[in-house]
């Protein structure tokens, strides 16, 4: 009955919430967007961003008919933002990047409900909690390059060069607020963003990420009371 009750209790509120897996192909997408050129970056990273929504409702389950509609949204979304960045043309790339910075908010959205969901934490909520980090860093990347390819100026100030690699190391020096200064955003537009993003950094890390490590413990073990020694119950008796 015990075992019943026990299976009972953790059974439907303890699917998914393994994020180990999704840590580390979000650590992959990151060093792929890094070491390679920009065009190649740009069309992988949509069928990559939305392997990760999928992935991370894998470890997120919702409820209903909720995961049907969003995979099938992610599916043909991620085909239309395919073509678009296929066209070669400043209008579709931004299309393309404007759609994986929806994919990763969802995604992010997705991570962040289930952390707050669960009752306990775990080190499973850590990683999650640092895989949430690392999409809200790759969505504002996203959005630095549908900037730079729907405007007509220059994102960076004095001409540095643009490109994934660029603006994904922008996008992570501003969210940790390390301001290195050497990639500055030119227009208002990007400065604007890039002021949400460092005003989002921290908070993530002051509240969420804080309090999952504040509250962090390791699973629960018999005490060395709780085991009997020999004789033990005569000596009660």
Not at 16 to 32: K, M
Not at 54 to 62: D, G, H, Q, W
Not at 73 to 101: C, E, P
Not at 131 to 137: C, D, E, P, R, T
Request: proline fraction near 4%; charge should be positive.
């Amino acid at each position: 009955m015990a075992g019943r009750g026990g299976r009972g209790r953790t059974g439907p509120s303890q699917r998914g919430g393994r994020y180990g897996l999704l840590l580390a192909f979000l650590v992959g997408t990151y060093l792929f967007s890094a070491f390679n050129g920009r065009h190649l970056t740009t069309e992988v990273q949509i069928g990559l961003f939305a392997l990760l929504l999928l992935l991370a409702m894998r470890s997120s389950p919702l409820p209903g008919r909720w995961p049907l509609v969003i995979c099938t949204v992610t599916v043909v979304g991620s085909a239309a933002a395919l073509g678009a960045a296929l066209t070669g043309t400043q209008a579709g790339a931004g299309a393309a990047d404007l759609w994986k910075a929806l994919v990763l908010l969802m995604t992010a959205v997705v991570v962040v409900r289930r952390i707050l969901a669960k009752r306990t934490v775990t080190i499973q909520s850590i990683y999650g909690a640092l895989s949430a980090y690392l999409i809200v860093g790759l969505m504002f990347a996203a959005c630095y390059a549908a900037i730079q390819e729907l405007s007509q100026t220059d994102f960076f100030a004095n001409h540095q060069p643009v490109n994934a690699q660029t603006l994904q190391y922008f996008s992570f020096t501003t969210l940790t607020t390390l301001g290195y200064g050497d990639f500055t955003a030119a227009g208002s537009g990007g400065r604007s963003i890039a002021v949400m993003e460092a005003l989002t950094g921290q908070v993530f890390l002051a509240t969420l990420v804080a309090r999952l490590v504040s509250a962090y413990r390791t699973p629960d073990r018999p005490l060395p009371e709780d085991v009997d020694g020999p004789g033990d119950d005569e000596d009660r008796d």
